[in-house]
């Protein structure tokens, strides 16, 4: 059974720092890999999708990378701000279905 | 253009209540998913519908929880005699050739 692990659960960095995000993953055998926002009491935005094939996508100040082989993702945040302040999830998908990690709570103080 | 909506945003009910949660996809999806949330838990996934049929309905927990997709578009989770333990905030998201699940901002589901 797929199990995603996102650690720690939450950070605490000033405004202006880069920051790396980090997912793990027990089982290799994925097609791909989707970081989310999650903002308090909404559903999930859709950040960065990455292709098994794939080693890493980049949009604005976000950059995901994975590395199949070791089962893990980072997610990099370029100058952070405080509206970047959020849960973020990991997810990976096999066949139809996302496993989820539990997320880690950003906060990004001005 | 319009996203994933979800209805109603909130319903709270009583134990042993039947409830109906509503999703709509964004327009030519034709894969639709259902997840649920607990509270400092990332979303599990419950149940997939490629066009009208359930393609993996794995996730669903027991047998009270049903889901269907008629014409292919709308889709209706169904929860008989609720729990509890069955509260949680129940995602839905669409997806098209992409891959790339759209979330709906999902109805929180409170059972008293």
């Known amino acids: 059974k797929q199990e995603v692990t996102q650690i720690p659960a939450a950070l605490s960095v000033p405004e202006g720092e880069n920051l790396v995000l980090n997912c793990s993953f027990t089982?290799?055998?994925?097609?791909?890999l989707q970081w989310f926002r999650q903002d308090p009491g909404k559903g999930l935005t859709s950040l960065l999708l990455i292709q098994s094939s794939q080693r890493e996508q980049t949009s604005g100040r976000l950059n995901a990378s994975l590395d199949k082989s070791s089962g893990r993702s980072t997610l990099y945040i370029a100058a952070s701000q405080p509206g970047d302040s959020a849960t973020y999830l990991c997810a990976v998908g096999l066949g139809s279905k996302l496993t989820f990690g539990k997320g880690i709570t950003l906060s990004v103080r001005p | 253009g319009a996203g994933v909506s979800q209805t109603p945003s909130n319903k709270v009910t009583e134990k042993g209540k039947y409830v109906e949660l509503r999703c709509d996809p964004i327009?030519?999806?034709?894969?639709l998913y259902w997840y649920r949330q607990s509270l400092g838990q990332g979303p599990e996934f419950l149940i997939y519908?490629?066009?009208?049929?359930?393609?993996?309905d794995s996730g669903l927990p027991n047998d009270r929880f049903f889901a269907v997709r008629p014409e292919g578009s709308v889709s209706t989770l169904k929860i008989q005699r609720t729990e509890r333990g069955d509260s949680a905030v129940y995602l839905c998201a669409s997806s098209s050739r992409t891959d790339t699940q759209y979330f709906g901002p999902g109805t929180r589901l409170t059972v008293l």
């Open positions: 089982d290799s055998a994925i097609y791909n």
């Open positions: 519908f490629q066009g009208t049929g359930a393609a993996d």
């Open positions: 327009s030519g999806h034709t894969a």
